[in-house]
């Protein structure tokens, strides 16, 4: 549950908009007018602020501007009926998280919240290293290995400098919770920490999404739209997966580091910005540089600071403090008696590869435990949560059913040959795993979105676009 201020002078709006946010699980406080919505945030700071630009007395940029003041971590959302007006641009600049123009989408609206909120939560939330499993917050970086307490050691060095940060490891190893470390130790701590992951934004988007763009600058493009970059003015990026970026936005990164310039799409004036780098990948930028896929100059401009992570099979000696952390919160998260781990289940954590990491590990014990019947997990059930061979008759059956799979595969792709095959197997796929999610959760909406990784709205959306029912609890 998120704490949520609305600001607006429109009550109507204001009530209508709190209701629909209460229901979502969010703690709603409303302001009627800026001046009184900045004294709330000094009496008690939210997790996000939603504010309107038109009131009576003092507007909403007057009272994002005292607001930034007073905490520039807190993600403001900006309302405007007047959304090609230049107020709406200046909210943005001035580092709101986005604006949305009245009347608006609700499924949009929400999804974008929920974007807010998480951006809010990496920024404020402490990332602890080495702490212990009973006491450690939730995203703490575990583990008192050599190999980590090197790894801590290069934080404490880098964080209070201005380098970039090149962060390398497998997938699942924590980049991302070593690149809020590092910029929770860094004088920028107090401004914007944005993380835009180079590989979920399609290609075509990603500059415009990094840069921005003016007015006209391609069909479309009806306002001037201001890029996370320049968002983040003062504070800290973290561009994920950057060994996956486009080699035409690389240019301008690397323009971004020698420079401190960017240039919005369609342009023609750069801007100076001051903003601090930390990337992330877990390919082999050597052979990209290699293969033409990556420039060269940029991957030596990124190697000021690099951080290893290692992968999870090369320190076995935190697998079991990693495992006792991530019950005891997955147990408090799912509101589940946590059983512990029994000492078979224990060898089996020790002696798995663990190709997916550290995330693998997290996503077996959440299974784990939603199946466990109150006994301590054993060497069994965890085989079964990661889908390891525990006998030679699994291990046909798993043949099997991967065999039975395939034939469902091209018998559809047979009938249904150039009538979009692909789209219709997807949303079959779609079907079932969010139905098996729901009925894994007794159609608890919340938990399933929880469990399928998801935000609330998306899993609902996707429920309707499927035609699922949900017969029981839906909150």
Same mark, same amino acid.
């Given at each position: ?85 230049? *107020? ?25 919240? %929920?974007?807010?909120? !998480? ?50 490891? %497998? ?37 415009? %999404? ?8 391609? *069909? ?102 990693l495992a006792e952390y991530f019950l005891n919160r997955l147990s408090v998260e799912m509101d589940l008696p946590n059983p512990g781990i029994s000492e078979d289940g224990l060898r089996f954590l020790q002696t798995y590869r663990w190709p997916g990491n550290v ?20 060497? !069994? ?11 030679? !008759? ?5 043949l099997d059913d991967e065999d039975r799979f395939r034939r469902t595969i091209r018998k559809a792709l047979a009938e249904n040959a150039g009538k979009n095959a692909f789209e219709m197997l997807m949303n079959r796929a779609g079907r079932m795993i969010i139905g098996?999610?729901?009925?894994? *959760? ?21 429920? !309707? ?6 017969? *029981?609890?839906?909150?």
């Amino acid at each position: 549950m998120a704490s949520i201020l609305i600001v607006d002078d429109d009550s109507q709006l204001r009530n209508s908009f709190g209701k629909l946010l209460g229901q979502e699980g969010h703690d709603i406080r409303m302001a009627s007018s800026g001046e009184s919505g900045v004294q709330m945030v000094r009496e008690a700071l939210p997790d996000l602020i939603i504010m309107d630009v038109r009131m009576p007395g003092m507007d909403g940029l007057e009272a994002f501007n005292l607001i930034r003041e007073y905490d520039q971590r807190v993600p403001v959302i900006i309302m405007t009926a007047f959304g090609t007006t230049e *107020t709406a641009i200046k909210a943005t600049k001035m580092g709101a998280f986005d604006y949305i123009l009245k009347p608006f989408d609700i499924p949009e609206v929400l999804d974008l919240i %929920e974007q807010a909120l !998480e951006a809010g939560r990496l920024a404020r939330e402490h990332v602890e290293m080495g702490g212990a499993p009973n006491d450690a917050p939730a995203g703490a970086l575990i583990g008192n290995s050599r190999a980590m307490n090197e790894i801590y050691k290069a934080i404490g060095r880098s964080a209070p400098t201005d380098a970039l940060v090149l962060i390398r490891g %497998e997938s699942g190893t924590g980049k991302e919770l070593v690149a809020r470390a590092v910029y929770q130790h860094s004088e920028r701590s107090g401004k914007p920490f944005l993380v835009i992951n180079c590989v979920a934004i399609p290609d075509t988007l990603l500059e415009s %999404e990094l840069f921005g763009y003016e007015r006209g600058a391609f *069909t479309g493009a009806n306002t001037r739209r201001v890029g996370k970059i320049e968002q983040a003015d003062g504070g800290t990026v973290m561009l994920d997966e950057i060994g996956d970026m486009p080699l035409g936005v690389q240019a301008k990164i690397l323009r971004l580091l020698q420079e401190k310039k960017i240039e919005r799409l369609g342009g023609r004036s750069p801007m100076d910005v001051d903003v601090r780098i930390i990337a992330a990948t877990n390919r082999d930028l050597e052979e990209a540089v290699k293969e033409g896929r990556f420039r060269e100059d940029l991957y030596y401009r990124l190697k000021v600071v690099t951080i290893e992570l290692p992968p999870l099979r090369d320190r076995t000696e935190d697998i079991v403090p990693l495992a006792e952390y991530f019950l005891n919160r997955l147990s408090v998260e799912m509101d589940l008696p946590n059983p512990g781990i029994s000492e078979d289940g224990l060898r089996f954590l020790q002696t798995y590869r663990w190709p997916g990491n550290v995330r693998e590990l997290s996503n077996t014990l959440q299974k784990a435990l939603i199946f466990n019947r109150g006994t301590a997990i054993s060497h !069994e059930e965890l085989a079964q949560a990661v889908g390891a061979d525990t006998g030679r !008759e699994q291990e046909e059956d798993v043949l099997d059913d991967e065999d039975r799979f395939r034939r469902t595969i091209r018998k559809a792709l047979a009938e249904n040959a150039g009538k979009n095959a692909f789209e219709m197997l997807m949303n079959r796929a779609g079907r079932m795993i969010i139905g098996e999610a729901l009925e894994i *959760t007794d159609g608890n909406r919340t938990r399933a979105a929880k469990l399928l990784g998801l935000t609330r709205p998306t899993l609902i959306a996707r429920i !309707e676009k499927y035609g699922l029912k949900t017969s *029981t609890k839906v909150e």
